[in-house]
């Protein structure tokens, strides 16, 4: 199987090419020279062996190869074989190091993906990531280029009765709406999320749980947005909406011993060849930071916001426990790191996000996580790429899999910015204090 889907292997022999761009599923190539037909068949088997070879290494099966084709079809982003060599970063905690950090990882992105902007979740949370990145950096362009994307969507979102994936991009909306309050910016999702509550949705897959968050992941989605309508119009059933379905949810897939969340129904009674459950990193730090993100704008008096605080704690004990003592990671599969040895650099932003708000929140304890995070971020670093490509994301998916080292999706680069706006705020946040909170009494 191809690992970067990319012309013919016969095409791609009579091109030299100096640059990789994202377009129709295929590699558009900047320069070209023509072969003879010999060299050709030589150059296409040559390349035909190095995929093969690639997939081997890193256990990609057919299926995998086949997600990461479409996510690459689509623009999500890409996974070259040859992406160059790692940049030469600090993985400090020091904000200067942190922000050059941020700082080169958005400026790629934004150069790759602006382009493909959407309104789809993984989109939505690069988003989240860059409006947060323009913050921590002061430099306007990265909030810029999202507000560009509202306005040229009209403020609406991907459909009119939206599911937790359609819902994401309101986050972003209404951060902007809070900044600048404007008719126009709130509206449409005003309009859906009635729809909404009043029972409208996408029909839900037959073999899952009939409720309307019936994935983890849509905890990440949903309830920021949930909690920043309330924040802009200060009516209490959308907090009564959230708190409802997000303990549903919870209810459902949260193993309470493991304090670890399932991805779905499907995955509560499966074991692996090891004997143990399957919880998917990712998954659990959309959990994770979706957390965070709604304690953001949660009231400091909410009946809720303790059962939330609670969880978000238990959660970052369980997933310290099984950070990786090499490269301060976590992996695909959060308990078997035999089988998926790489990091997964989605799962492991959005999981140091949520510690480091934690932090700087008082909400974790400094002295216990501190280490946690040091050691996280670092391995963050590691897998910048000298361009900026951020390496090691997983292709979309709803369970662990297998990627190339440099595989590149926009909603982890959203996460990456996430985290590092978070984790430089430390040093400002020794004593305690609670800065940046955006909820209300």
């Not at 690992?3 to 761009?21: D, E, N, T």
């Not at 949903?222 to 309508?229: E, G, K, T, Y």
């Not at 090891?274 to 949660?298: C, D, H, K, Q």
Request: with cysteine; aromatic share 10%.
């Amino acid at each position: 199987m191809a690992i970067v889907m990319q012309p013919s292997a016969r095409i791609r022999a009579q091109v030299s090419f100096h640059k990789l761009y994202r377009g129709a599923g295929a590699l558009l190539l900047a320069s070209s020279v023509c072969l003879a037909p010999q060299m050709l068949g030589a150059q296409a088997a040559q390349a035909d062996s190095a995929q093969q070879a690639a997939a081997a290494q890193y256990g990609i099966t057919p299926q995998e190869q086949q997600t990461i084709d479409r996510d690459i079809g689509r623009h999500f982003g890409s996974a070259p074989l040859n992406p160059g060599p790692r940049a030469k970063l600090s993985g400090s905690l020091k904000p200067a190091d942190v922000r050059a950090a941020m700082r080169k990882v958005a400026d790629w992105e934004l150069a790759e993906g602006q382009p493909y902007f959407d309104r789809i979740w993984t989109s939505s949370a690069l988003y989240d990531g860059l409006l947060a990145a323009s913050s921590a950096l002061h430099d306007p362009r990265y909030h810029d280029a999202v507000l560009s994307m509202a306005e040229q969507f009209h403020w609406e979102l991907r459909s009119p009765h939206p599911n937790a994936d359609d819902q994401s991009v309101a986050q972003a909306y209404l951060e902007l709406y809070l900044e600048k309050p404007a008719p126009e910016r709130i509206e449409p999702t005003r309009t859906a999320l009635e729809a909404v509550i009043a029972g409208a949705g996408p029909p839900i897959p037959p073999n899952q749980a009939k409720i309307p968050w019936w994935w983890c992941d849509a905890l990440f989605m949903a309830p920021p947005v949930w909690v920043r309508m309330y924040s802009a119009t200060h009516d209490q059933k959308y907090l009564d909406y959230l708190h409802k379905n997000f303990w549903e949810t919870s209810d459902l897939l949260y193993d309470t011993q493991r304090h670890l969340y399932y991805r779905d129904i499907t995955f509560l009674h499966k074991t692996n060849q090891r004997g143990n459950p399957t919880f998917w990193s990712r998954g659990n730090g959309w959990v994770m930071g979706g957390i965070a993100r709604t304690l953001e704008y949660l009231p400091k008096n909410d009946p809720d916001r303790a059962r939330y605080e609670t969880q978000l704690r238990q959660m970052a004990s369980a997933v310290a426990a099984i950070q990786d003592p090499k490269d301060g990671m976590w992996h695909s599969d959060l308990l078997d790191p035999e089988d998926y040895p790489q990091p997964e650099v989605s799962g492991s932003s959005l999981i140091t996000f949520a510690l480091a708000w934690g932090v700087n929140q008082g909400v974790l304890d400094r002295a216990t996580y501190m280490p946690v995070i040091t050691k996280a971020w670092r391995g963050l670093v590691g897998q910048i790429y000298a361009d900026g490509r951020l390496g090691n994301i997983q292709q979309t998916g709803a369970a662990p899999a297998h990627y190339l080292p440099s595989s590149s999706f926009d909603y982890g680069v959203g996460a990456f910015l996430l985290a590092g706006a978070q984790v430089v705020d430390l040093p400002a946040h020794r004593g305690g204090h609670q800065h940046g909170s955006k909820s209300r009494k």
